[in-house]
């Protein structure tokens, strides 16, 4: 027994040894398996976590490259925008031309000026729009010798035109217009001529010419060739190319126009004309223009005579004072209303309507003197007697005393 328990102390009981040591096999054969697959797994793991991070960098340096790309081609792309916006601009105006083609449409009024040079016009012109640029006229003009002889004067042109076309038209003096031309009321013939002379540009001498051929003019019968008084007073649009006897010619028939609308006939014309003439010199206020014709009437009716300084200064053709001189009144004129009775042989300056229509329908009255006591104001006294008439006169000779060198 005591050798059975010592083996079986040392080495274990009958068989007990082996089991363990085989137990412990067992064991030994399937951790060790279960390590090597750990590891195995763990490897793969890090594996596929590298291959994910290299993936990851990849993708992320394609993104960066693709960023860098757009952002550079961006810059690249506006750039080129900015280049275009700046530089074709540049590019069009050195290949695109300076100047229209045609003659133009529409109308425009251009206006040149004594003295205005070929750089002058043509920057007027293309102001105007009727030329594309200054320097496209300047080339034209440069290359026509009668360029310099362009005329003053205002010119019908077009809008758009080519330098050419615009340089023919400032050349044909067809195209060029006086403007417009006013005659006031109460001017003489003389001084009408004078303005035509000078709005229009043509010589004095052609209106004075035009005046030795009075059966050019239109003038009725009673006028005997003088055309004083039948100049209508009005606002002329003559054209440059318009004759001075064109231009007489106008001014004529609207007299006789005018004289027609009011039931005048012509062979009454002389006699309407005359009277209003005297009113138009006489009476600055309308109110009082029926009433002076009123006392023209009524003195010729009595034969006295008109004694009017109006005439007087129209035979000296002299304006400027109130009142004549006594050498002015001895004058042995026909207009003389102071030495002759009756009415002067004609008109005294070219009336307007309002006169024209005093001398067809005078006021009612029974007036037979007047003066203007204020020139200045143009304020009339009338009076039915000649002690009334001296009480007025004191009048204007105060107002003369007041205003020495005026009467």
């Not at 080129?80 to 425009?108: E, F, H, K, Q, R």
């Not at 002379?197 to 003038?219: C, F, H, I, V, W």
């Not at 012509?266 to 014709?293: F, G, H, M, W």
């Amino acid at each position: 027994m005591k050798g059975g328990h010592l083996k079986s102390s040392i080495f274990g009981a009958p068989g007990t040894g082996d089991e363990h040591e085989q137990d412990e096999a067992r064991d030994a054969t399937v951790v060790l398996p279960t390590r090597r697959s750990e590891r195995r797994r763990l490897a793969e793991e890090r594996q596929h976590a590298d291959r994910l991070r290299r993936k990851q960098r990849r993708r992320f340096r394609r993104t960066r490259r693709m960023i860098v790309l757009l952002v550079a081609l961006g810059l690249v792309v506006g750039t080129g925008v900015v280049a275009i916006s700046v530089l074709w601009p540049m590019v069009t105006s050195l290949t695109a031309s300076n100047d229209y083609t045609g003659g133009g449409y529409g109308a425009v009024s251009i206006a040149v000026n004594e003295g205005d040079s070929s750089r002058t016009i043509a920057a007027a012109l293309a102001k105007a729009g009727v030329v594309k640029s200054a320097g496209a006229f300047e080339n034209a003009a440069a290359g026509n010798p009668l360029s310099g002889s362009i005329q003053p004067g205002t010119y019908a042109m077009h809008s758009k035109m080519s330098a050419l076309a615009a340089l023919a038209m400032l050349l044909n003096r067809g195209n060029r217009t006086a403007g417009q031309v006013t005659i006031r009321e109460g001017m003489w013939t003389s001084e009408i001529i004078s303005k035509l002379s000078a709005a229009t540009g043509r010589p004095l001498a052609e209106y004075t010419a035009a005046l030795k051929n009075p059966d050019l003019l239109g003038l009725p019968a009673q006028a005997k060739g003088n055309v004083e008084g039948y100049l209508f007073p009005s606002t002329y649009p003559f054209r440059a190319d318009t004759t001075a006897v064109q231009q007489l010619q106008t001014m004529v028939s609207k007299c006789l126009d005018e004289l027609s609308t009011l039931g005048v006939t012509p062979d009454k014309a002389q006699r309407v004309l005359t009277v209003a003439s005297i009113v138009e010199a006489e009476a600055q206020a309308a109110t009082d223009r029926p009433k002076v014709a009123r006392v023209i009437e009524n003195r010729l009716a009595k034969a006295m005579p008109l004694q009017l300084d109006t005439t007087v200064s129209f035979i000296a053709q002299r304006r400027g004072k109130v009142g004549t001189t006594d050498a002015q009144r001895a004058s042995k004129s026909p207009y003389n209303t102071y030495l002759v009775t009756g009415l002067p042989p004609g008109p005294i300056d070219s009336p307007g309507l309002s006169s024209i229509q005093a001398a067809v329908s005078p006021t009612p009255g029974p007036w037979l003197y007047f003066v203007a006591v204020n020139p200045t104001t143009g304020e009339t006294r009338f009076a039915v007697d000649a002690a009334g008439h001296a009480a007025n006169v004191k009048l204007f000779l105060a107002w003369c005393s007041k205003n020495p060198g005026q009467c």
